[in-house]
């Protein structure tokens, strides 16, 4: 399995909590760095965190303080542990692997579904 592969979504009440899981075969051994998007119904597709080879991490101003990224390279798999989740964090969350060479080729997962209902 080359694609990343979501998982963790589903339906909680407002300031409720999630973890998302994206397992990515071989990436962490292939100095790849995962991002996280997350493309609302009708909206644009915007990348709310990502995790760097060397761990550094970035998050959009939306989920900062809330949102969590992580990575266990033995498992290959990084986490997007959300809490206090809103109404507005309802989207279909990607991740997507990124850097040179072999970590940009089909590098998008098919995504997960997160419903915060208020």
């Known amino acids: 399995q080359l694609r990343p592969v979501e998982s963790g979504g589903g339906s909680v009440q407002a300031g409720g909590s999630l973890r998302l899981s994206c397992t990515a075969p071989?990436?962490?051994?292939?100095?790849?760095?995962i991002s996280w998007f997350r493309q609302a119904a009708g909206g644009q597709r915007e990348r709310v965190s990502f995790?760097?080879?060397?761990?550094?991490?970035w998050y959009a101003d939306s989920v900062k303080g809330r949102f969590t990224v992580s990575k266990d390279k033995g498992k290959d798999t990084v986490y997007l542990q959300m809490n206090g989740l809103k109404a507005e964090d309802t989207a279909m969350y990607f991740c997507?692997?990124?850097?040179?060479?072999?970590?940009?080729?089909?590098?998008w997962g098919q995504g997960t579904q997160v419903t915060v209902s208020s």
């Open positions: 995790i760097n080879a060397d761990d550094t991490t």
């Open positions: 071989a990436f962490a051994s292939n100095g790849c760095g």
């Open positions: 997507m692997r990124f850097g040179v060479g072999w970590c940009a080729l089909n590098n």
